[in-house]
């Protein structure tokens, strides 16, 4: 879609959780509170509602509520709550198969009226449920994963470019008809998949759902510089962030690929106060919360899980010998690199516990002005095109992110006042989709 104007910052939220708790005293509890603050994300026109998800409950507690509910189904109940904002459903392409994914995609994004995209992962725990799929508990390699998502990918846009728009049409009396001849197949025979197709669902309003992938290991680089349209990658420093996006895009690049893609994206973890001083109590609460029995832990996971910091000083830095080569790290590289450089800085076990709390994404505490800075110089630099925003639904930061920092983004002219087109693609102001792809897509 062409405008005159430069393409302001996009916006997402993460979903709310919608599953009912052994405490509620109507069962739709959980449901309704989700309704609520995603509606009041859409009124704040942001551009997207965004699902984390992993395969398994973390014994440690460690990850939180993420994967407690499907992406897919939540994201399908709220498409139904509302009518603009985006749906981003993180899915594995280790342990799912295209045909099946891309039939639940291209229904979710039928039902949301052309809203849905997904954020494939490779996945760093959860194989000891996939036993009876070929995997008999053990990860793959990071450098198999990709090989595998790579592909996966591909068989997902081979089966959405390849029906034709008007394999399905309306009858008079409203209901479907279809014309099977206008259904094709793919007849894909890789490494990893052996799929005919067609895609027994009707082409999509989007023509495809938008594509995200999460990755900054070199393989994942590798991943989203070829395919994906978002790339959300953890950036904690600006000159990481710098670096980062000129490299994935110098490798865009090399693939002919054209229309600033693939974006950036970043999840940014404000704490946001009123003024200096309120940033600071609210800094020193948060700190006087953190147990750090489970904080070593949870630095532990973030060095990859191998990592015994028990009865270490949480004043001196730790020994140079318990850090891990990252080369030899089977889950999320990219996230143990960050903590080896910070560790490698000298800083102390209590200060890397601190840092744990944020995962290792970019973070920043100030007020609502002292944020939209931190913002707006990455996105002036170029190094971000769309970032997560916390607080919604949190009785303690709501407040100062509807009525400070995005007032403040809004003020400055960064981020939208309103949807700018009339799906996610459009509204993400992604360039059109490629050859037959653009064909598909639903006026």
């Known amino acids: 879609m062409a405008s005159s104007r430069p393409r302001r910052l996009k916006t997402l939220v993460g979903a709310p959780t919608l599953v009912a708790a052994a405490n509620d005293g109507d069962p739709g509890f959980g449901l309704r509170r989700a309704v609520d603050i995603a509606r009041r994300a859409e009124a704040e026109r942001i551009t997207g509602l965004f699902t984390a998800d992993l395969l398994q409950i973390d014994p440690a507690g460690l ?7 499907e992406p897919l189904i939540a994201l399908a109940a709220l498409s139904q709550a509302t009518s603009r904002i985006g749906l981003v459903a993180t ?145 904690p420093s600006f000159e990481g962030a710098v670096a980062f996006a000129t490299e994935l895009r110098r490798r865009a690049a090399a693939f002919g690929r054209g229309g600033g893609l693939p974006f950036v994206m970043n999840s940014f973890h404000g704490l946001i106060g009123e ?6 109590r609210r800094l020193a609460e948060r700190h006087a919360r953190i147990d750090y029995d489970q904080g070593r832990l949870k630095l532990a996971d973030m060095l990859g899980g191998e990592v015994d910091l028990s009865g270490l000083s949480l004043d001196a830095p730790l020994p140079e010998s318990l850090l891990p080569e990252v080369a030899r790290i089977n889950r999320r590289r990219g996230r143990v690199a960050i903590f080896r450089r910070y560790a490698q800085q000298g800083l102390s076990l209590r200060r890397l516990i601190i840092e744990a709390q944020e995962t290792g994404h970019w973070s920043v505490a100030g007020t609502p002005e002292r944020l939209a800075d931190a913002l707006e110089e990455r996105y002036r630099a170029g190094i971000v095109d769309v970032v997560t925003l916390h607080g919604l639904g949190n009785p303690d930061q709501e407040d100062l992110l509807l009525n400070g920092l995005l007032p403040e983004l809004r003020r400055r002219g960064l981020i939208d006042t309103d949807y700018v087109g009339d799906d996610f693609r459009q509204n993400l102001e992604l360039p059109p989709l490629p050859g037959t792809a653009a064909q598909t897509r639903i006026a």
């Open 63 to 69: 990850a939180g509520t993420a994967g407690v509910q």
């Open 91 to 235: 899915v594995s392409t280790t342990f799912h198969h295209p045909f099946n994914l891309a039939r639940q995609l291209a229904t979710l994004d039928h039902v949301s009226g052309g809203r849905a995209a997904w954020n494939a992962v490779t996945s760093s725990v959860g194989e000891e449920n996939f036993g009876e799929e070929g995997f008999d508990g053990i990860l793959p390699s990071p450098e198999a994963r990709y090989a595998r998502a790579a592909e996966f990918i591909a068989v997902v846009n081979a089966l959405f470019d390849a029906n034709a728009r008007d394999a399905a049409t309306r009858t008079a009396s409203g209901a479907l008809a279809i014309d099977p001849a206008r259904f094709h197949r793919i007849d894909h025979r890789g490494r990893h998949f052996a799929v005919a197709g067609p895609l027994n669902v009707p082409p999509l309003p989007q023509g495809r759902p938008v594509q995200f992938q999460a990755g900054q290991s070199e393989a994942g680089m590798a991943v989203g510089a070829a395919h994906a349209e978002v790339v959300y990658t953890s950036q």
């Open 275 to 280: 003024s200096e001083s309120d940033v600071a």
